[in-house]
């Protein structure tokens, strides 16, 4: 069974940081693409950044280039997303997405908070 798990989201001033976390089970993100997506209230989801199986491509949202940066470790186990410089625009649930040609699975989301 495939489980996507974040973790790390939270509440934090305008300026601040957090590093999300997505540790996956059952597959490895050396064989899939692995996103953060985010959805506000009201909004419809976005994808934020993604980073292929081979982590030769990475991409990121005009909204967030310059402050967030993805990465894939601990042997295609875990990604992350470190969010610097937030802003209160960037308040939403946080999705990770693992996808291939053949199967697209989401986590469960992790709240983020961005109060001034």
């Known amino acids: 069974e495939v489980q996507l798990v974040e973790s790390g989201g939270g509440l934090v001033q305008v300026g601040g940081t957090l590093r999300l976390s997505c540790a996956a089970s059952?597959?490895?993100?050396?064989?899939?693409?692995a996103g953060w997506f985010r959805q506000a209230p009201g909004k419809e989801r976005e994808a934020v950044s993604c980073?292929?199986?081979?982590?030769?491509?990475?991409y990121y949202a005009d909204s967030v280039k310059g402050r967030f940066t993805i990465s894939s470790e601990n042997a295609g186990t875990t990604v992350y997303l470190q969010m610097n410089s937030l802003k209160r625009e960037d308040t939403a649930v946080y999705y990770c997405?693992?996808?291939?040609?053949?199967?697209?699975?989401w986590g469960q989301g992790t709240q983020v908070t961005v109060s001034s």
């Open positions: 980073i292929t199986s081979s982590k030769d491509k990475t």
């Open positions: 997405n693992a996808h291939s040609f053949q199967n697209d699975y």
């Open positions: 059952g597959l490895s993100f050396d064989e899939y693409t």
